[in-house]
């Protein structure tokens, strides 16, 4: 009902819907009301266009809220807040309902629900949380991590009681992860204490590159399900950003091994990519008619909806794929604003066919492609917030070093066989994150979706500057670092009996090889926190398939 909601509201102030999706509206909103921001206040605070856009929806999703007399889940916590500040009596009465109030994951808390348990809680006092600021990483959303860290001077008569004993990870495992969140300047001291002793020191290992880390990956846990006789569920891959499961997917695909995807859509399955193979598939063969329909006005050149359905109708009256009725419109009746479209388009494919043809390199041929088209403008153009442009342009980034990185390991590489590859292995994936991991399939997931669950093998791969910590927490400081290293935490933590780091020496960028700098928690895991600035390679990689 909410995205309904937001739909026809999207709808109402004609903002097309790949500009800004229901969800999009529905996450901003939510963020706006986690910190006490109503549609007034909303568009003041709002920076870019899409923000603008989103404050202007946000009015009319309140307005339709209250004509159809109902909240979402946010209005519950602020329109309690506000009541709570504006009805004294009625805070006093509902306060008294509770002796005791009881409060788990208190680190992930936002603003009302923080000042919803401080009104219910002021008189009586008797308040219990549970909550480790160690493991705070959902700050983007709303979660404000000095809610725990302040606890003792909200409350000084609070009684804290440290629950120090791991049950999971071995003790070496957890004395790693110690020596890492140690590093975080604003946090309560404590200690993991291992209630397992001993085990295996975590790996780091070192590839050439992402292609090398994937492939090796994935050997690596062949031996272990062969060797050691694991299950696939016993096996966790995270990653912290959406680009980076493209070559793990292709190569546990490649191995047919079983594999669910949690916490980010395939990256096969994002329009930017659909966009550009589709691409690639026309190029391969025009006669694909649903990647031809895809792209014949994306981007946009004038070829609208009543061109495309008279084109259909001439291929199916004639008998022949669309593109024939293209490229031979005779006795075609395509509208004049059209004409030149179609023109064009069909210039476009054959003269990259032609290149094809003459067996020139074929991520570079892409990469002129995308450029040709404008597709980074057309991103601009859809999409306002710059972080989601960038994700997006990453995406079609990512796509360039697939190609690239199989034409390096293919002598006779030909856009099919590219296009083969990338069409191996198709899965049925649910939506349900149980019913996922009830699969006995290999984990591949975000390290913000791993959070409270558990493997007992996991391979944590990027450990780069600029993906972990993500590049836009750099240019923050401060407070973003401490978070990406509390999730670095987290994604330690989740291993139970073994766990391997692994980074790429050099990431393609546009399918050129760039030199990488390792993540400075890295060293801060090791105890050599002092090499990080300026370092080329973390000290001592271990393992077999470590490479240089």
């Known amino acids: 009902d909410q995205e309904s909601l937001a739909r026809t509201v999207l709808r109402e102030i004609k903002v097309p819907g790949e500009m800004m999706r229901p969800g999009d509206l529905l996450f901003q909103i939510s963020n706006w009301k986690s910190h006490s921001i109503r549609p007034p206040e909303a568009a003041q605070v709002a920076k870019t266009d899409k923000e603008h856009l989103a404050a202007m929806a946000f009015r009319r999703y309140q307005k339709a809220l209250k004509l159809a007399g109902a909240v979402d889940f946010d209005d519950l916590l602020l329109c309690t807040e506000e009541l709570f500040q504006t009805k004294h009596d009625i805070r006093r009465q509902e306060a ?14 936002n603003g009302s629900q923080y000042r919803i348990i401080r009104a219910l809680a002021q008189e009586h006092r008797n308040l219990c949380v549970v909550g480790d600021d160690d493991q705070s990483i959902y700050g983007w959303r709303g979660a404000d991590v000095q809610h725990i860290l302040r606890f003792n001077k909200d409350w000084p008569e609070a009684k804290v009681i440290l629950l120090e004993h791991n049950y999971r990870s071995t003790a070496a495992i957890l004395e790693t992860a110690n020596r890492l969140i140690a590093f975080n300047r604003h946090r309560h001291d404590k200690i993991l204490r291992p209630a397992r002793m001993g085990g295996d020191k975590p790996r780091i290992q070192q590839f050439n590159n992402e292609t090398d880390e994937a492939k090796e990956t994935v050997q690596d846990i062949q031996r272990r399900i062969q060797i050691d006789k694991l299950e696939p569920r016993d096996i966790a891959i995270l990653f912290r950003t959406n680009e980076q499961p493209r070559a793990f997917e292709t190569e546990l695909r490649r191995a047919k091994l079983p594999y669910i995807l949690l916490g980010s859509m395939s990256f096969f399955d994002r329009k930017e990519v659909k966009d550009i ?13 649903v990647s031809l329909l895809r792209i014949v006005n994306t981007p946009p050149r004038g070829i609208g909806d009543k061109t495309v359905e008279v084109l259909m109708k001439s291929a199916v009256a004639r008998g022949k794929p669309i593109w024939d009725a293209m490229i031979s419109p005779e006795g075609v009746q395509i509208p004049p604003n059209g004409v030149d479209g179609v023109r064009k388009f069909i210039a476009l494919v054959e003269r990259y ?14 990469r002129r492609l995308v450029a040709d088209i404008a597709y980074e403008a057309e991103l601009k153009r859809l999409y306002q917030d710059p972080n989601e442009q960038q994700a997006r342009w990453s995406a079609v980034e990512e796509v360039v070093n697939a190609l690239a990185a199989y034409e390096k390991a293919n002598k006779k590489a030909t856009l099919g066989g590219f296009l ?3 069409t191996l292995g198709e899965r049925d994936l649910s939506d349900d994150k149980e019913k996922q991991l009830a699969k006995n399939a290999i984990a591949l997931m975000t390290l913000h979706s791993a959070k409270g669950l558990e493997f007992p093998h996991v391979y944590m791969v990027g450990m780069e500057e600029g993906i972990l910590p993500h590049h836009r927490s750099l240019k923050e400081g401060g407070d973003d670092v401490d978070e990406e290293r509390r999730l670095c935490y987290v994604g330690i933590t989740r291993a139970q009996e073994k766990l391997t780091l692994s980074l790429a020496l050099t990431r393609m960028k546009w399918g050129k090889p760039r030199d990488t700098t390792p993540s400075r928690f890295l060293f801060e895991l090791i105890g050599q926190a002092e090499k990080a600035a300026g370092a080329r390679k973390p000290p001592r990689p271990t393992g077999s398939s470590a490479r240089r």
Do not use: G
């Open 277 to 289: 193979l589709s691409y690639l598939r026309v190029l391969d063969s025009p006669q694909d008619e």
């Open 353 to 366: 066919r032609a290149e094809i043809k003459q067996a020139k390199p074929l991520a570079d041929l892409l």
């Open 420 to 422: 083969d590859e990338l």
């Open 96 to 109: 008294s309902l509770f002796d005791h109030l009881l409060v788990d994951e208190y680190q992930d808390t």
